[in-house]
């Protein structure tokens, strides 16, 4: 008994041997007090970084309104140096949405931003916005897109955010449509990776009768509706938040919608990620009143028309000035010029902001051979 009370562990406590008393972890208790000290740290950082953003703003604005001191350029250049600088453990998606939402609240001190966007709440044009502006904004939902236009352009709101193409389903033509009468720049881009997710009001499948969606989102999960609900009709609405708004009211209706539809409607998820393909994206533009400054890595984007005389050949040489001063082009969409028929202008992405040189110079050659030209907006690419 001596030597088995000699070789007993000398570090065990009175405690530890008692039973039902559970040990004291002391690696874990420092762990937590070196937690709690960076947190304090973290926050002192955060109240220093916010009354240098104060002072921005002071020096930029008299009146105070963020808008006036918002630059799009200068947030996607930290963004980027965050992405740079990041050697884990946390994900490049993570600490730009962190990044994003210091930014937002910093911009927010004096009165926040307003966004217009496709309503109502729980869309995707919603979740664009905070991508984009983080979450200490004023969200204003709007029944169309032409409302988010004149929303902005009225000055009702600081800035707009709509849809512009899908990854699968190509390009929203309402929304270029809106630009060729509209004095709107574009401000920047948000790229969302769309989930579609099929919730309602039952508990199985099978009792679904129909459904209702955006007829993108429609088109979007066609593969997954015609393998799994063949029998059940398909309804297209306004937006995916009307669908889900129909699912809460109407019995034996199911709707597709992102997971905060079912939140905002008391919905439940049937089935998630239906989408057809693993790498659905929306593409979105912010629409605001005036063009921002380069920001490192940016696109231009431009509405042209060629002129009544062209014969053969007139796509050609209206672009030629691109390829001769060496700027790429990444998309071209043509659209009916609603001057007369069989018209059509031509929307333009290039890469490169319009101040650089090249892209001057190539911009200026296009001007001189287009009937129509105007610069829609040049500004930074998405960063994630």
Not at 152 to 165: L, T
Not at 205 to 211: C, G, L, M
Not at 377 to 384: F, K, M, N
Request: glycine share 6%; hydrophobic share 40%.
């Amino acid at each position: 008994m001596a030597s088995r009370k000699k070789n007993q562990d000398p570090g065990k406590t009175s405690a530890q041997a008692r039973p039902g008393v559970k040990p004291q972890n002391t690696d874990l208790a420092a762990i937590r007090s070196s937690i709690d000290r960076i947190d304090a740290r973290i926050q002192a950082l955060l109240s220093e970084r916010a009354r240098f953003a104060q002072q921005v703003g002071i020096s930029k604005s008299a009146t105070g309104k963020a808008v006036d001191f918002y630059r799009p350029e200068r947030e996607a250049q930290v963004l980027r140096k965050v992405i740079d600088r990041n050697r884990g453990p946390l994900r490049n998606e993570e600490l730009a949405r962190l990044f994003r939402e210091i930014m937002s609240a910093c911009l927010a001190q004096q009165e926040p931003l307003k966004v217009a966007f496709l309503g109502p709440e729980g869309t995707f044009s919603e979740a664009a916005v905070y991508k984009q502006f983080g979450s200490s904004v004023r969200a204003l939902p709007l029944p169309g897109i032409d409302e988010v236009f004149r929303e902005v352009e009225r000055g009702d709101a600081d800035f707009g955010v709509v849809p512009v193409e899908n990854s699968s389903e190509g390009t929203v033509n309402h929304t270029l449509d809106l630009f060729v009468n509209s004095p709107l720049k574009i401000c920047g881009e948000v790229e969302l990776r769309i989930h579609h997710n099929l919730m309602g009001k039952m508990k199985r499948i099978d009792a679904v009768k129909r459904v209702c969606a955006h007829p993108q989102s429609l088109a979007q999960c066609r593969g997954w509706l015609d393998e799994h609900l063949a029998e059940a009709e398909r309804i297209a609405v306004s937006s995916n938040a009307e669908g889900a708004r129909r699912a809460r009211d109407e019995r034996g209706t199911a709707a597709i919608a992102g997971r905060s539809a079912a939140e905002i409607y008391g919905l439940d998820l049937l089935a998630t990620q239906i989408e057809d393909r693993p790498d659905n994206t929306t593409r979105f533009l912010v629409v605001g009143p005036k063009l921002f400054n380069a920001s490192g890595a940016d696109k231009t984007t431009l509405l042209l028309s060629a002129t009544d005389t062209a014969g053969a050949g007139t796509l050609f040489r209206l672009l030629e000035p691109l390829a001769e001063h060496r700027v790429n082009m990444t998309r071209i969409e043509s659209r009916p010029s609603r001057r007369k028929k069989w018209d059509y202008v031509f929307f333009i992405d290039v890469e490169g902001h319009m101040s650089e040189p090249a892209v001057a110079a190539a911009l200026d050659a296009l001007a001189s051979r287009a009937s129509l030209f105007k610069i829609l907006g040049s500004y930074p690419r998405a960063v994630l």
